[in-house]
């Protein structure tokens, strides 16, 4: 080999990439080598099971996921609801106290209701 030859410069950090990633093999784990398109992960973190995941990651990431489950679970749950308060909150007469209220949002709230207002029942 010559002592002029060149160098690819974008073979020697491949090179380097592949080695950092496989620098400790003990570490490396079947979850971690899977390979997903940009948002095809999601489905594919949702089919893991607990056990691989507590073998593989350990008991924090089982926690990660069932607390980001949990949140997503919640906020259906809040759109779910809205479906209804929204238009019941909506329809509710406008009181004197609410009458220079110019901020539509604040017509789709429960500060909308009078007190014994029949409208509170759906809350």
């Known amino acids: 080999m010559s002592v002029n030859a060149t160098i690819d410069p974008c073979a020697?950090?491949?090179?380097?990439?592949?080695?950092?990633?496989?620098?400790?093999?003990?570490?490396n784990c079947d979850l971690a080598e899977r390979s997903y398109a940009p948002f095809a992960w999601i489905p594919g973190v949702?089919?893991?099971?607990?056990?691989?995941?507590?073998?593989?990651?350990?008991?924090?990431?089982?926690?990660?996921?069932?607390?980001?489950?949990?949140?997503?679970?919640?906020?259906?749950?809040?759109?779910?609801?809205?479906?209804?308060?929204?238009?019941?909150?909506a329809t509710a007469p406008t009181r004197e106290s609410n009458a220079l209220v110019t901020d539509k949002l604040d017509e789709l709230a429960v500060g909308h209701t009078y007190s014994n207002d029949p409208r509170l029942f759906g809350t």
């Open 12 to 27: 020697v950090a491949a090179t380097e990439e592949t080695a950092s990633r496989n620098s400790v093999p003990d570490l």
């Open 46 to 89: 949702i089919k893991v099971s607990d056990e691989e995941l507590m073998e593989q990651c350990g008991f924090d990431a089982i926690s990660y996921i069932r607390l980001l489950q949990l949140g997503a679970k919640l906020a259906l749950m809040g759109c779910f609801i809205a479906i209804w308060l929204i238009p019941t909150y």
